[in-house]
């Protein structure tokens, strides 16, 4: 039988002693605390060396390996100086094994654990391997070592940092000199690193070093990383209300013993120095023993909360005297410059929000992080500048710990719409698009479902109506049309580049041939033949159709921000639906959210993405540029299900519209359309004209404006009159129609059934 022999600095009152099998042979574990006497260890370990196959030396400072440079422990290395027949070990080897381990693992089994967390080492010179593996995930490193040595209060705060202390403390802070420094301010020091554990998520240390920082005020909700956890442990960890306790020691037998037991019991079993026992055979030893930490709940519930940034800013003047106490006589010269100085303000919190929780379980939080520039002003400077004040917002994400990135409003149309930011952020970033689309068409289809104008197939969701795509060549836009091609009869893609809107219709027809897809820059003419219409320009409030033309019951949802259709637009015509794009009610209540023009517990979609995003742990680039991908906006349509988002009540610029208001204006439109005519035209509303099919070649399109472009063809072979080309304030008519292909079944996108 192997005996075992740990001699410890710690108390006597927790020695034991049994017997088990390890490694194919028995064993006799013994335990001999010190009571924080180094010569009674010291004889302890003399005298034990005669009967012992190797022994343990715990609870005392390891020789620690920081960068390239290893720091010796006097006091630990006279203590194992005395061991001269058997095999000593502290346990360094085999701890710094398991760490590296348990981070591994811990990222793997929990899903991205660590991206981005704030990380406290409460020693780290003791646990620089662990640090380095955690490097992987995040930057927001910091190490206790300075403070709790020196009484400098400041954490050092990346591994670079520590190396140099660890390279200076060792010359400078050794002997006599460094024990005055360590003992003294202990108040002090105490204080200032229960600041740091208050606001970090993760924390590393050994027990006795948690203890003497932590309470259930800094400690309630916290992630820590530890060893040898026992039934006494796990009841102070208990009353802390600590979320997550990682034990990186295993628990192989009965009793808890610490990792220099177990390397211990290597050597005995083995018969080998440590010197003799590389790092492949630990290894080795640990795969075949399966051995993984272990992940403990003190509170008997796990919470894995994900975090979140999103970037907002004042859409107009108007925002600026909201957040800010303005008055409203303030002449315009002055809200002027006060728009143009807000423009260069540095990113700031504007609030923090929580309580968000999935039906899955999964928590998330986050911060709105405000920058101050209008769409006007954005649009009348570069996008570097506003690439500078994203990519600030994003560092200041990063220090808050917020794992993903959303960009909100115009932010997210600014020069490649994302693709910058994304490649210089060290944050995943995306810009919601996915989601506005998804939640645009959702808040379309449910809207013509009450108003019960328009024909719906109840089985497939297919729509037996027109519908246009204002903007149909930019993010949403394109991947609205897409989906809207396969749930309606007829769609138009309108806009002001005839041949981007060419290459989205082919790309149209390669995945839905059965599709009848027109495209059009001469729009107005076309608005009083249809059902549905989305605008989702970046115009910044300029006008982008004309209202008046739009046939009596027609849904409108209005993507864009700021509006392309303002109140004042909107109150022409009481017998159209104008909606905005589809807001997302959150499942839980939110705590902290500040008012951003929505009912309580109502977001915008684009942030609803990036909270989705978090909750489900995919930190990732999800959707940047302009071609956003239809297949995405079924994913985060189904992922949003899962995480318990639903459509908010749909609303227009004068709120939430009710029953009695949709049916006020079904009524109106009803009515119109027995005597109503398009009053840029003479037809009656019923009877549509075949669009034009007229498409100058590009030299033509480029002509002066008395130049004609050549006639072409319909799709039933008629020709079309030659358009003239009008001057920039009238656009020539230019339509295309496809040809005719055979029919099949469409695949319904989800946001167009009528379950």
Same mark, same amino acid.
């Given at each position: 039988?192997?005996?075992?022999?740990?001699?410890?600095? #710690?108390?006597?009152?927790?020695?034991?002693?049994?017997?088990?099998?390890?490694?194919?042979?028995?064993?006799?574990?013994?335990?001999?605390?010190?009571?924080?006497?180094?010569?009674?260890?010291?004889?302890?370990?003399?005298?034990?060396?005669?009967?012992? $196959?190797?022994?343990?030396?715990?609870?005392?400072?390891?020789?620690?390996?920081?960068?390239?440079?290893?720091?010796?422990?006097?006091?630990?290395?006279?203590?194992?100086?005395?061991?001269?027949?058997?095999?000593?070990?502290?346990?360094?080897?085999?701890?710094?094994?398991?760490?590296?381990?348990?981070?591994?693992?811990?990222?793997?089994?929990?899903?991205?654990?660590?991206?981005?967390?704030?990380?406290?080492?409460?020693?780290?010179?003791?646990?620089?391997?662990?640090?380095?593996?955690?490097?992987?995930?995040? +930057?927001?490193?910091?190490?206790?070592?300075?403070?709790?040595?020196?009484?400098?209060?400041?954490?050092?705060?990346?591994?670079?940092?520590?190396?140099?202390?660890?390279?200076?403390?060792?010359?400078?802070?050794?002997?006599?000199?460094?024990?005055?420094?360590?003992?003294?301010?202990?108040?002090?020091?105490?204080?200032?690193?229960?600041?740091?554990?208050?606001?970090?998520?993760?924390?590393?240390?050994?027990?006795?070093?948690?203890?003497?920082?932590?309470?259930?005020?800094?400690?309630?909700?916290?992630?820590?990383?530890?060893?040898?956890?026992?039934?006494?442990?796990?009841?102070?960890?208990?009353?802390?209300?600590?979320?997550?306790?990682? $034990?990186?020691?295993?628990?192989?037998?009965?009793?808890?013993?610490?990792?220099?037991?177990?390397?211990?019991?290597?050597?005995?079993?083995?018969?080998?120095?440590?010197?003799?026992?590389?790092?492949?055979?630990?290894?080795?030893?640990?795969?075949?023993?399966?051995?993984?930490?272990?992940?403990?709940?003190?509170?008997?519930?796990?919470?894995?909360?994900?975090?979140?940034?999103?970037?907002?800013?004042?859409?107009?003047?108007?925002?600026?005297?909201?957040?800010?106490?303005?008055?409203?006589?303030?002449?315009?010269?002055?809200?002027?410059?006060?728009?143009?100085?807000?423009?260069?303000?540095?990113?700031?919190?504007?609030?923090?929000?929580?309580?968000?929780?999935?039906?899955?379980?999964?928590?998330?939080?986050?911060?709105?992080?405000?920058?101050?520039?209008?769409? +006007?002003?954005?649009?009348?400077?570069?996008?570097?500048?506003?690439?500078?004040?994203?990519?600030?917002?994003?560092?200041?994400?990063?220090?808050?710990?917020?794992?993903?990135?959303?960009?909100?409003?115009?932010?997210?149309?600014?020069?490649?719409?994302?693709?910058?930011?994304?490649?210089?952020?060290?944050?995943?970033?995306?810009?919601?698009?996915?989601?506005?689309?998804?939640?645009?068409?959702?808040?379309?289809?449910?809207?013509?479902?009450?108003?019960?104008?328009?024909?719906?197939?109840?089985?497939?969701?297919?729509?037996?109506?027109?519908?246009?795509?204002?903007?149909?060549?930019?993010?949403?836009?394109?991947?609205?049309?897409?989906?809207?091609?396969?749930?309606?009869?007829?769609?138009?893609?309108?806009?002001?580049?005839?041949?981007?809107?060419?290459?989205?219709?082919?790309?149209?027809?390669?995945?839905?041939?059965?599709?009848?897809?027109?495209?059009?820059?001469?729009?107005?003419?076309?608005?009083?033949?249809?059902?549905?219409?989305?605008?989702?320009?970046?115009?910044?409030?300029?006008?982008?159709?004309?209202?008046?033309?739009?046939?009596?019951?027609?849904?409108?949802?209005?993507?864009?921000?700021?509006?392309?259709?303002?109140?004042?637009?909107?109150?022409?015509?009481?017998?159209?639906?104008?909606?905005?794009?589809?807001?997302?009610?959150?499942?839980?209540?939110?705590?902290?959210?500040?008012?951003?023009?929505?009912?309580?517990?109502?977001?915008?979609?684009?942030?609803?993405?990036?909270?989705?995003?978090?909750?489900?742990?995919?930190?990732?680039?999800?959707?940047?540029?302009?071609?956003?991908?239809?297949?995405?906006?079924?994913?985060?349509?189904?992922? #949003?299900?899962?995480?318990?988002?639903?459509?908010?009540?749909?609303?227009?610029?004068?709120?939430?519209?009710?029953?009695?208001?949709?049916?006020?204006?079904?009524?109106?439109?009803?009515?119109?359309?027995?005597?109503?005519?398009?009053?840029?035209?003479?037809?009656?509303?019923?009877?549509?004209?075949?669009?034009?099919?007229?498409?100058?070649?590009?030299?033509?399109?480029?002509?002066?404006?008395?130049?004609?472009?050549?006639?072409?063809?319909?799709?039933?072979?008629?020709?079309?009159?030659?358009?003239?080309?009008?001057?920039?304030?009238?656009?020539?008519?230019?339509? +295309?129609?496809? +040809?005719?292909?055979?029919?099949?079944?469409?695949?319904?996108?989800?946001?167009?059934?009528?379950?």
């Amino acid at each position: 039988m192997k005996k075992v022999v740990t001699v410890s600095l #710690g108390s006597s009152r927790k020695d034991f002693e049994f017997k088990t099998t390890f490694l194919g042979q028995d064993f006799s574990v013994h335990r001999m605390g010190a009571d924080q006497d180094t010569t009674k260890a010291w004889e302890l370990m003399r005298r034990q060396q005669a009967s012992a $196959d190797a022994i343990g030396l715990g609870d005392i400072g390891d020789h620690y390996h920081v960068g390239q440079d290893t720091l010796i422990n006097k006091e630990t290395r006279r203590l194992t100086n005395v061991v001269t027949r058997v095999p000593v070990t502290t346990g360094a080897t085999l701890r710094r094994l398991l760490q590296v381990r348990a981070v591994r693992y811990v990222q793997k089994e929990l899903g991205h654990y660590f991206n981005n967390n704030l990380v406290l080492f409460l020693s780290g010179m003791r646990n620089y391997n662990m640090a380095e593996a955690m490097s992987d995930y995040t +930057r927001n490193l910091s190490f206790a070592d300075a403070l709790f040595q020196t009484g400098a209060p400041a954490m050092l705060g990346s591994l670079e940092q520590l190396e140099l202390y660890a390279k200076g403390s060792n010359l400078v802070l050794s002997g006599k000199p460094g024990e005055i420094l360590e003992g003294a301010l202990t108040d002090f020091k105490a204080m200032m690193v229960r600041g740091e554990v208050a606001k970090s998520h993760v924390i590393v240390g050994t027990f006795a070093e948690i203890k003497s920082v932590g309470n259930a005020a800094n400690l309630a909700g916290k992630t820590l990383i530890t060893s040898a956890v026992d039934d006494e442990r796990m009841a102070f960890f208990k009353a802390c209300k600590v979320n997550l306790v990682v $034990d990186t020691s295993p628990k192989l037998f009965e009793k808890v013993v610490g990792i220099n037991t177990i390397e211990a019991m290597v050597l005995a079993a083995l018969e080998k120095s440590p010197e003799e026992i590389s790092d492949d055979d630990f290894e080795e030893i640990l795969d075949d023993l399966k051995i993984v930490p272990r992940l403990l709940h003190p509170t008997g519930k796990f919470r894995n909360i994900r975090r979140f940034a999103f970037v907002i800013h004042p859409l107009s003047q108007e925002y600026i005297r909201s957040a800010y106490p303005i008055p409203d006589a303030t002449p315009q010269f002055i809200m002027d410059k006060v728009e143009q100085l807000a423009a260069y303000m540095p990113p700031m919190v504007y609030c923090r929000m929580g309580n968000i929780v999935s039906p899955t379980g999964a928590e998330a939080e986050g911060w709105l992080i405000s920058v101050g520039g209008t769409p +006007r002003e954005m649009l009348s400077r570069s996008p570097e500048f506003t690439y500078r004040r994203l990519l600030h917002a994003a560092k200041i994400a990063e220090k808050l710990g917020a794992q993903i990135m959303g960009l909100g409003a115009f932010t997210k149309v600014v020069g490649d719409a994302g693709i910058t930011v994304a490649r210089r952020s060290r944050l995943p970033i995306t810009t919601g698009n996915s989601y506005s689309a998804s939640g645009a068409l959702w808040a379309a289809a449910d809207a013509m479902r009450r108003m019960g104008l328009a024909k719906i197939d109840p089985k497939t969701g297919r729509v037996a109506g027109k519908t246009m795509v204002v903007g149909a060549a930019g993010s949403i836009g394109s991947v609205s049309a897409r989906l809207l091609a396969m749930s309606f009869d007829e769609v138009y893609l309108a806009g002001l580049t005839l041949d981007k809107l060419e290459e989205l219709k082919a790309s149209i027809l390669k995945d839905t041939p059965d599709a009848k897809v027109f495209t059009t820059i001469d729009y107005d003419n076309l608005l009083a033949e249809m059902d549905m219409i989305v605008t989702s320009t970046s115009g910044a409030g300029k006008s982008v159709l004309d209202i008046t033309r739009v046939k009596p019951g027609c849904v409108i949802t209005d993507v864009a921000r700021p509006l392309d259709l303002p109140a004042s637009e909107v109150a022409k015509r009481p017998d159209v639906l104008v909606i905005e794009s589809g807001e997302i009610e959150l499942p839980t209540k939110v705590r902290g959210m500040k008012n951003i023009g929505l009912p309580d517990n109502v977001i915008y979609a684009c942030l609803a993405e990036t909270i989705v995003l978090a909750l489900e742990g995919r930190f990732e680039v999800f959707t940047i540029g302009r071609n956003t991908e239809w297949e995405k906006v079924k994913e985060i349509y189904k992922l #949003g299900l899962k995480h318990g988002m639903k459509l908010a009540a749909i609303s227009g610029v004068k709120g939430v519209y009710t029953d009695q208001d949709i049916a006020k204006v079904v009524a109106l439109a009803r009515k119109a359309r027995l005597t109503w005519k398009d009053p840029g035209g003479t037809r009656p509303a019923g009877k549509a004209a075949k669009p034009k099919a007229v498409r100058a070649p590009r030299a033509a399109v480029k002509a002066a404006p008395a130049a004609k472009a050549p006639a072409s063809k319909t799709a039933a072979g008629d020709k079309a009159p030659a358009a003239k080309k009008a001057p920039a304030a009238k656009r020539a008519p230019a339509t +295309r129609v496809p +040809r005719a292909a055979p029919r099949k079944a469409p695949e319904v996108p989800p946001e167009m059934t009528s379950e």
